[in-house]
């Protein structure tokens, strides 16, 4: 079954250091990789996927189908970016519509 | 600017008692999930349907949970009895593209 794992619940950092938010997944298909962010009082919405290899707010993910990771980066981060970050998985074989969650990660960015 | 709606917005409910939660999903969208966010669980995955038929509720306590989609603007999630284990945030989301849409949630204690 798959399996999304995201081993730190909270994450402390300095504002304008580097930000790096873990994800690691299981899944025996190719699967879709997202990540979904949740900024205090707002809803839950889509940070960035990895097929679109984008980059969003200075946030990149990079899929590395070797150590099944899909860590989110930011070279320096911003007290804006203080927020629930979610890692999701989609199965290719439900037609990418059903997603995986991990437990998420709360970054708090240090003035 | 189309959004998922969700009713009421806050629940406090005692013991034993019938808990109903309804989500209006962007008009047009076909797949409408159900998720239940807890700070042990993370994002869990409820229920989901696609034009209105559900797919998989294998992630919802059948004894106590049900979910409906009476027409394609309402989806409905009800739990009856309602136990303090239940107490959480209920998402709806619908899909788009790839893209999950999320309505602003439903907080339910129960006490």
């Known amino acids: 079954a798959q399996r999304v794992t995201q081993p730190e619940k909270l994450l402390s950092v300095f504002k304008g250091a580097p930000v790096e938010l873990k994800c690691n997944y299981s899944?025996?298909?190719?699967?879709?990789l997202f990540w979904y962010v949740q900024y205090s009082r707002q809803r839950l919405q889509l940070l960035l996927r990895?097929?679109s290899r984008e980059s969003i707010k200075g946030f990149t993910a990079d899929l590395n189908k070797g150590e099944t990771s899909f860590h989110l980066k930011k070279p320096f981060a911003q007290e804006e970016d203080s927020a629930m970050y979610y890692c999701a998985l989609s199965e290719s074989n439900f037609g990418n519509e059903k997603l995986t969650f991990g437990t998420g990660t709360r970054l708090t960015i240090i003035p | 600017d189309a959004r998922v709606t969700q009713t009421p917005r806050h629940k406090v409910t005692e013991m034993g008692q019938e808990v109903t939660m309804r989500c209006q999903p962007i008009?047009?969208?076909?797949?409408v999930f159900w998720y239940r966010q807890t700070m042990m669980q993370g994002l869990e995955l409820l229920a989901y349907?696609?034009?209105?038929?559900?797919?998989?509720d294998s992630g919802m306590p059948k004894d106590r949970f049900s979910a409906e989609m009476p027409d394609a603007t309402l989806a409905t999630l009800k739990i009856q009895p309602s136990e303090p284990r239940d107490s959480a945030v209920y998402f709806c989301?619908?899909?788009?593209?790839?893209?999950?849409?999320f309505g602003p949630g439903t907080r339910l204690t129960v006490l």
């Open positions: 899944y025996s298909g190719s699967p879709e």
């Open positions: 990895h097929i």
């Open positions: 989301a619908s899909r788009e593209a790839n893209e999950q849409f």
């Open positions: 008009l047009g969208h076909n797949t």
């Open positions: 349907f696609r034009n209105r038929a559900p797919l998989d």
